[in-house]
């Protein structure tokens, strides 16, 4: 699986963490192992002509998924096919807004919109009310087995 992470944000964004973070996830949901992934932490007026450009949205945003060969999670019993799953675009300056908002940590943010969009590069949405309980409820499950894992690790 390779998974790149660029930080481009100027803000002190780990990495490594988040590289491990997305191959949980991607092995959770059953990604072929030889998948790409690119996830790249931009600054405000990088993710707002981004939001703009793609999204006809104005300002920064908190992540943008870009699919590229519309990747779906593979079954139990099938295999899950190769290929990119696509870009993953964050903003950190969002995040630390987000997080204090919501009361927890910046790095919970970005781990909360690293699996956020995951999941929509592998075709989860949440326009619809059933689809939105689909992913969200996803979603939960997968942070809180990743902070359990990491918190088991630690000990």
Not at 76 to 93: R, Y
Request: hydrophobic share 45%; with cysteine; net charge negative.
């Amino acid at each position: 699986m390779s998974i790149e992470v660029l930080d481009e944000s100027g803000a002190t964004v780990d990495v490594r963490d988040l590289a491990r973070l997305a191959r949980f996830v991607m092995d959770e949901m059953r990604v072929h192992p030889l998948a790409e992934l690119c996830i790249k932490a931009v600054d405000e007026q990088t993710m707002a002509t981004l939001n703009e450009q793609w999204m006809d949205k104005q300002g920064p945003t908190d992540v943008l998924a870009f699919p590229i060969d519309e990747l779906r999670p593979g079954l139990v019993d099938e295999e899950p096919e190769e290929g990119v799953l696509g870009d993953l675009v964050l903003c950190p300056s969002v995040a630390e807004r987000q997080a204090a908002e919501a009361g927890h940590a910046t790095e919970a943010e970005i781990e909360l919109l690293t699996v956020h969009g995951i999941l929509h590069l592998l075709g989860y949405d949440h326009a619809e009310p059933d689809e939105h309980a689909e992913m969200f409820g996803l979603q939960a499950r997968l942070l809180d087995a990743w902070r359990h894992r990491d918190a088991d690790a630690r000990q």
